[in-house]
């Protein structure tokens, strides 16, 4: 069973940086792909980026582009997620979340993933 569990979230000022992991447990993630998305109140889930585990290409939503970085560790089976310059419109709960046979594609709709984290809230504060 594919466990994903988030850490990192918090509160921070407007400009600051933090970062979000998530520990993936139960399955080698080969030809997998991982993402992160993140729901505000009284709005949709979206996507934040997202990555094919095998070859680690990246894609991003255009808020985040250049101020956000995903990555990880295939080793030790952690997802990042590396925002810096943050604002508060970035506040949201951020969830992590893993398809299963993905091979080279990254979707970008909730519905196509199979697997979900808990979830952690970032605060970003003006």
């Known amino acids: 069973q594919v466990q994903l569990v988030e850490s990192g979230g918090g509160l921070v000022q407007a400009g600051g940086s933090l970062r979000l992991s998530c520990a993936a447990s139960g399955s080698t993630f080969s030809n997998y792909a991982m993402a992160w998305f993140r729901q505000a109140p009284g709005k949709e889930r979206e996507f934040v980026a997202g990555?094919?585990?095998?070859?680690?290409?990246?894609v991003y939503a255009d808020p985040v582009k250049a101020r956000f970085t995903i990555s990880r560790d295939s080793a030790k089976n952690i997802l990042y997620l590396q925002m810096n310059s943050l604002k508060p419109e970035d506040t949201a709960v951020y969830y992590c979340?893993?398809?299963?046979?993905?091979?080279?594609?990254?979707?970008?709709?909730?519905?196509?993933?199979?697997?979900w984290g808990q979830g952690t809230q970032v605060t970003v504060s003006s």
């Open positions: 990555l094919t585990w095998t070859g680690g290409r990246a």
């Open positions: 979340a893993a398809r299963a046979a993905a091979w080279a594609t990254v979707p970008s709709a909730p519905a196509d993933y199979d697997y």
